[in-house]
């Protein structure tokens, strides 16, 4: 693991720039926020899968499926602490007086 000792170091992603010198656009919160629900979304119907193929077919491999369970319960989290956070910048910025 590499530890960044400088802020110069850091890296930021930048548009890309098609052959017209054009920049192609990067997608935004909403978008990046919708490929992540759907990722969870995903992951928790692969976990449940492997819950219902464990009871119907019996245990053969619950060291998968509880990683698939794990994976999924980590990902819900995961994107309730963001939503949590936006809820809070928005309530932050409604108190705001201008």
Not at 5 to 31: H, I, M, N, W, Y
Not at 37 to 65: F, N, P, Y
Not at 75 to 98: C, D, G, P, W
């Amino acid at each position: 693991m590499r530890v960044l000792s400088r802020p110069s170091e850091l890296q930021f992603p930048s548009g890309k720039v098609l052959s017209d010198g054009q920049a192609t656009p990067e997608p935004g919160f909403s978008q990046v926020l919708e490929k992540s629900i759907g990722q969870v979304d995903d992951l928790q119907h692969q976990a449940d899968q492997a819950m219902q193929e464990g009871s119907i077919k019996g245990a053969a491999r619950i060291d998968e499926t509880m990683i698939k369970l794990e994976e999924a319960d980590i990902s819900l989290r995961m994107l309730t602490k963001v939503r949590n956070k936006a809820l809070e910048a928005y309530q932050e910025i409604m108190r705001m007086q201008f």
